[in-house]
């Protein structure tokens, strides 16, 4: 039967749109991939770290996945499943994405490391952080032998990635928190980089403006929770940047600096 048969044809409004769009993915990629240095960088100068939470950094290590997810997205057997899915829409993953996830994951080797052999106080990973990693990878385990049974016949290996793709919009969410309430208690921004924090929300919002002038311009509104965790990334994370600038510039502005004696008490 030729009932539901379509051909697929992406037709967009404006040309300068799509171009426009495109520079927005290549600045959030500078700004988000250059984002990762500056506390790199101090704590390679301090060769600890301070005050920068050691559950933030375990959490991190999750950007590698997020990497994985992006990169698979973009293979054709992938690409089939999300068409199956969204037969008239377009895939909502530009080479930005597939690049910075291969230098996020690069950069976030180099934090790890960083967390494992730079003295670090005695911060170590919160229970709670333990659980829900535990929680995150046994549900992996367990869908992934669900998804190669055959288990789930609907797009099985892209609602497979899926399961980590929001597996790490969960993380991201809480792994800003700690930071957050530490320097509540402290009423202080000292000992970490405000300059990730600026470069993470820039990165952000043009991370959401592309989304956004994408789906406009191709009049696919879908695409954006067709991407949802990339949409997540980004309102979740200009939200916590609103909150780390506002402590650094208007609530805590004020604050002394920190001795390494204060350092290792907070």
Request: include cysteine; proline fraction near 3%.
């Amino acid at each position: 039967s030729t009932k539901d048969a379509f051909v697929r044809v992406s037709v967009l409004k404006m040309n300068w749109i799509d171009v426009v769009s495109s520079v927005f993915g290549w600045i959030y990629f500078v700004a988000w991939s250059v984002s990762f240095y500056p506390q790199i960088f101090l704590n390679w100068k301090r060769k600890r770290f301070v005050l920068v939470l050691h559950p933030y950094c375990f959490a991190s290590t999750r950007q590698i996945r997020h990497a994985f997810i992006v990169e698979l997205k973009c293979f054709v057997y992938f690409q089939a499943e999300y068409l199956l899915q969204h037969p008239t829409g377009v895939i909502p993953v530009e080479i930005n994405d597939i690049v910075f996830g291969i230098h996020a994951s690069f950069a976030t080797f180099i934090t790890v490391l960083q967390c494992c052999f730079y003295e670090r106080q005695d911060q170590r990973v919160s229970l709670p952080a333990r659980v829900l990693l535990g929680v995150i990878w046994t549900g992996a385990v367990v869908f992934g032998i669900v998804t190669v049974a055959g288990g789930n016949p609907h797009s099985p290996w892209l609602t497979y990635l899926y399961f980590f793709s929001y597996s790490k919009l969960v993380i991201t969410l809480i792994k800003y928190i700690p930071q957050a309430y530490l320097n509540f208690r402290r009423k202080s921004t000292v000992g970490w980089s405000i300059g990730n924090i600026l470069l993470d929300f820039t990165g952000g919002s043009l991370s959401m403006l592309q989304m956004f002038l994408i789906a406009y311009n191709y009049d696919d509104w879908s695409s954006l929770f067709g991407n949802f965790t990339k949409f997540g990334l980004g309102f979740i994370s200009i939200s916590f940047d609103l909150l780390f600038i506002i402590q650094h510039y208007v609530l805590y502005r004020h604050a002394p600096a920190i001795t390494e004696t204060d350092a290792d008490e907070a």
